[in-house]
């Protein structure tokens, strides 16, 4: 099957080959001394234990940070430079936040880890396979948790440190379909009559969507083959992996591959948008939908779920010059002012203790009930399976 044209730029190739071909020649790195407040460092541990500042104290992180003169953080959202903003406003100290997709920060801190001239202070880091499987398994980075918030967050959430999840949602027209989502299953996406109609970004350049599909092959089977015997009024074949077969199904429905959820929100909520489609965004997008005259609403109800949690993750540099500063900021990521500058479009804090974002996407109701959620203790096994969803994906759609 030849792969359609979207009309929203060629299909970006995959980039998490050439850098884990670059992360694998990488040595393991030496071990950064403990920051000028004596507070630990990154550790030696093979595995990447997070390091837990079991003798965190606010005052002292704050008057050696400020000896350090400043911070820089990538992330992969614009936001982080009103966090950045934020975090300055708050301490006097220069942050300085940078808007990077994955792939590009991976590479980067990779590269700087050999040559030992660091820059990326602190990431916010989207992909958890590659942080789990790359950068923390080879000492680019270390996992920082102060002590004080530590029993606020589950274990789950520490290693790594989850700082944030936000969702990718499955998104309608409701000018075009005004009385609501005109699918209600996750297997519509899978039939004819949506051939060439389900817009989303490219699964081979956006890392969360091959974890999506991952996770759904351990943690989604019950949920989808109920929904397959709902829609369909049948049992899928005994033995024929649900995850699978839809995932088959959605790569050789000839979905609209773009390059961005930008191009993806537009093609399906664009306000000269008259074709009927059915889209995977994050809901960020749902920012546009006002400035930019979009339509879009989340499908309500679909089942499974009407989308995917992602998570951030935050982690440090091991060879940052401002460790101090990079741990002060991670503490401020974990705090509502600062967690708070990136839940205008919604969003579910790291950190159990703190308020989620008050604005929902049109359309979503609950974050953990509609959406499904990732099982981070499987990030490792995600990494390791990444190539071959990869190539189920290439395989099944052309």
């Known amino acids: 099957m030849s792969r359609p044209s979207s009309g929203f730029g060629s299909p970006r190739r995959n980039r998490f080959v050439a850098t884990a071909i670059v992360a694998g020649a990488l040595t393991a790195a030496a071990c950064a001394p403990p920051g000028a407040d004596g507070a630990p460092g990154p550790g030696s541990h093979a595995d990447a234990t997070p390091v837990v500042d079991t003798g965190f104290d606010l005052a002292k992180l704050v008057a050696a940070a400020r000896k350090e003169g400043g911070v820089t953080v990538y992330d992969s959202t614009g936001d982080i ?25 991976l590479e980067k801190m990779t590269r700087e880890n050999q040559a030992g001239n660091v820059t990326i202070d602190v990431t916010n880091y989207e992909d958890g396979p590659s942080l789990v499987g790359q950068l923390l398994a080879r000492q680019v980075v270390y996992t920082y948790v102060p002590g004080p918030l530590a029993d606020d967050i589950p274990a789950t959430g520490q290693n ?30 899978t039939d004819p009559a949506w051939k060439g109609k389900v817009a989303l970004q490219d699964p081979l350049g956006k890392p969360n969507i091959v974890e999506f599909f991952n996770q759904l092959k351990v943690k989604g089977d019950d949920e989808l083959r109920k929904a397959y015997r709902t829609e369909y009024g049948k049992e899928l074949p005994a033995g024929e992996p649900a995850a699978d077969s839809w995932i088959e199904g959605l790569a050789k429905n000839a979905p609209i591959i773009t390059s961005s959820d930008d191009d993806a929100a537009a093609a399906v909520a664009a306000p000269n948008q008259k074709e009927p489609r059915i889209g995977l965004v994050s809901n960020a997008k749902f920012r546009d939908a006002k400035d930019k005259g979009y339509h879009m609403r989340v499908c309500t109800g679909l089942r499974p779920w009407a989308g995917f949690q992602y998570p951030k993750y935050a982690a440090i540099a091991t060879k940052t010059e401002h460790p101090n500063a990079a741990k002060l900021f991670v503490h401020f990521m974990l705090t509502q002012e600062g967690i708070g500058t990136q839940l ?9 203790k703190l308020e989620p974002g008050a604005f929902m996407p049109s359309g979503l109701t609950d974050w953990n009930a509609q959406l499904f959620v990732f099982d981070p203790t499987r990030l490792r096994k995600d990494f390791e399976d990444l190539q071959q969803m990869q190539d189920f994906w290439r395989l099944n759609h052309g």
């Not at 205008?344 to 159990?352: L, S």
């Open 160 to 189: 790594p440190l989850r700082v944030l999840s936000k969702g990718n949602l499955w998104i309608y027209n409701p000018e075009i379909f005004p009385k609501g989502c005109p699918v209600d299953s996750m297997w519509d996406l």
């Open 81 to 105: 430079t009103k966090t950045a903003a934020a975090f300055t406003a708050k301490y006097g100290i220069k942050a300085t936040g940078v808007k990077s997709k994955v792939g590009e920060t």
């Open 344 to 352: 205008a479009n919604g969003g579910v804090p790291g950190n159990p």
